[in-house]
């Protein structure tokens, strides 16, 4: 049995001290934002219960699908690197990044630049890039651009739709079980500022090449959505924020784990949602069904 964690939206905290020229752009309404809500909803001690849990169930991967930060400030990438450092390195952890993680155009290209080596294929390709891992292939996306202010939208860029048939087709054949990571979900009916510009399109190609599962982040709550596919339906699962405080509208803090075996034609393929439970103060299983199988 192989069994992969997947934990999103990491919103590291506490935030460091912003240059003031760095909140001349989006990054002011942001902050503001920061200083008023979200720094009451990210917390670090959460995050340190959620990775305390995943290590002591050693994950044979771990994927993170984006959002490791806030506003994009200079200071806030080295922090990211050292948390994926905490969870592993670059061979047993792949990242894909948020829209958070490129929040303004002058540091969209700091996720690549500091955290490369979690989001590169093992032939040292960018995105979509793919990293085999046991019975798995991990097909990893960038929805990641800036946008303008009060908007969270995403889309995929520099030519990853038009690549991502064919990987899934080849991947087919090689009769892999196939993870596409992507931080914005791909379904429909999202909220306009928030979507996947592109789901559609997404979408189809996924129903025609088929894939084994679909992990994303972005919305701070879990859930399990189903896309039709080429061999039957394609479970589309998203995570809590990896830091989020109970008491607010969002799911407090948790992860999944996926427990995958069986054979190409006969996955199996288990979720475990892990998550805070009020009761004991400690994160705990929240529930557990087959998603394949």
């Not at 990775?51 to 699908?65: F, I, N, Q, W, Y």
Request: glycine letters at 12%.
């Amino acid at each position: 049995m192989f069994i992969l964690a997947h934990l999103s939206d990491i919103h590291l905290a506490p935030l460091p001290r912003p240059n003031p020229l760095e909140l001349m752009s989006k990054r002011g309404l942001g902050y503001i934002n920061w200083l008023r809500k979200r720094r009451k909803i990210h917390r670090a001690d959460m995050l340190a219960k959620v990775v305390a849990d995943l290590k002591s169930h050693a994950p044979d991967h771990t994927a993170v699908t984006g959002d490791l930060v806030n506003l994009s400030l200079t200071g806030e990438f080295a922090p990211a690197r050292a948390f994926l450092e905490r969870l592993g390195d670059p061979n047993a952890v792949t990242a894909v990044p948020g829209n958070h993680d490129a929040y303004v155009r002058a540091a969209a290209h700091f996720a690549l630049r500091d955290w490369g080596e979690y989001m590169r294929g093992d032939a040292g390709e960018g995105f979509p890039f793919v990293r085999r891992r046991g019975p798995l292939a991990l097909i990893g996306l960038s929805s990641s651009l800036p946008t303008l202010p009060l908007a969270a939208t995403g889309r995929l860029h520099g030519g990853q739709l038009a690549q991502l048939g064919g990987l899934l087709e080849k991947l087919g054949h090689e009769q892999a079980f196939r993870v596409v990571l992507i931080h914005h979900p791909p379904v429909e009916g999202d909220n306009y500022f928030r979507r996947l510009k592109d789901a559609a399109a997404v979408r189809d190609v996924l129903q025609r090449h088929g894939a084994e599962l679909v992990l994303h982040g972005h919305h701070h709550v879990g859930s399990v959505t189903w896309l039709p596919g080429l061999q039957g339906r394609i479970p589309v699962v998203g995570v809590p924020s990896a830091s989020g405080a109970p008491g607010h509208h969002d799911d407090p803090a948790g992860y999944n784990l996926y427990e995958i075996d069986g054979a190409p034609g006969a996955w199996r393929c288990t979720l475990v949602a892990r998550g805070w439970d009020d009761g004991d103060g400690r994160i705990g299983e929240v529930e557990r069904h087959p998603l394949l199988g």
